[in-house]
């Protein structure tokens, strides 16, 4: 049963670019999380997002930034004019339910680093 | 969710246990404690969570006082592997969502 997979592991943009971060949840969950963790710096929590719905963005900026999760396919967590201080390992979780008494199971994250 | 207390780093002897506080004295009834850590590079990793009573699995142990008010994790013998940041986060299963508060933790550092 693979585990949460995330893509690219790296991602180098330049200012002013587009950064397009995937998530797939492991097998059976359908609730996804994001967290952003900047360097030297704690994981801080984004967005939660059911199939087609978003449950709770209240860490998301509030430009530039916009998660989805569609029915069919990954999650994508889309940065559009990235600036140098998007730089950050974003990492995604996912869990069978949202109230999750398992504890939540993260991906290896993407590592974005914007020049 | 209540707000927790960590030391910011300690050291471990391989081999031996490693002994991890944490202080939740605002805790309330229903909230469970949980403990996550991240080795560097890597996403969180989920460890072991518990209620009241003193819990164990195949990773560690966790021992809540009886007031609640702090607990700790046992690392019963440390590898190197297990140098990381540990996470102690005090939450209601059912509230919040995935919406887990990571404080600083504390950088454990098991040395040979």
């Not at chain 1, 998530?23 to 801080?44: A, D, F, I, N």
């Not at chain 1, 209240?58 to 029915?71: C, I, L, N």
């Not at chain 2, 700790?72 to 919406?99: E, F, M, N, Q």
Request: charged share 20%; hydrophobic share 30%.
């Amino acid at each position: 049963n693979a585990g949460v997979m995330q893509n690219p592991r790296h991602l180098v943009r330049r200012r002013g670019q587009e950064a397009r971060l995937r998530c797939s949840p492991m097998k059976g969950h359908s609730h996804v999380y994001w967290y952003r963790q900047l360097p030297e710096e704690g994981l801080k929590f984004m967005v939660y997002l059911q199939k087609e719905n978003i449950i709770d963005e209240s860490g998301m900026p509030k430009e530039r930034f916009s998660a989805e999760f569609p029915k069919e396919g990954p999650s994508i967590l889309r940065i559009q004019q990235v600036v140098r201080g998007d730089s950050a390992a974003y990492f995604c979780a996912s869990s069978p339910t949202g109230a999750s008494d398992y504890g939540y199971t993260f991906g290896s994250g993407t590592r974005l680093t914007v020049v | 969710d209540a707000k927790t207390t960590q030391p910011p780093s300690m050291d471990c002897a391989e081999g031996r246990a490693a002994n991890l506080p944490c202080n939740h004295s605002t805790i309330s009834g229903n909230e469970y404690v949980y403990w996550y850590r991240q080795i560097h590079s890597q996403g969180p990793q989920y460890i072991i969570h518990g209620l009241k009573n003193n819990e164990t699995n195949e990773m560690a142990s966790l021992i809540i006082t009886e007031d609640r008010k702090s607990s700790t994790l046992i690392l019963p013998h440390a590898t190197l592997r297990d140098t990381a940041v540990y996470y102690c986060i005090v939450r209601l299963p059912t509230d919040s969502w995935g919406k887990l508060q990571f404080g600083a933790g504390t950088q454990v550092v098991v040395t040979p």
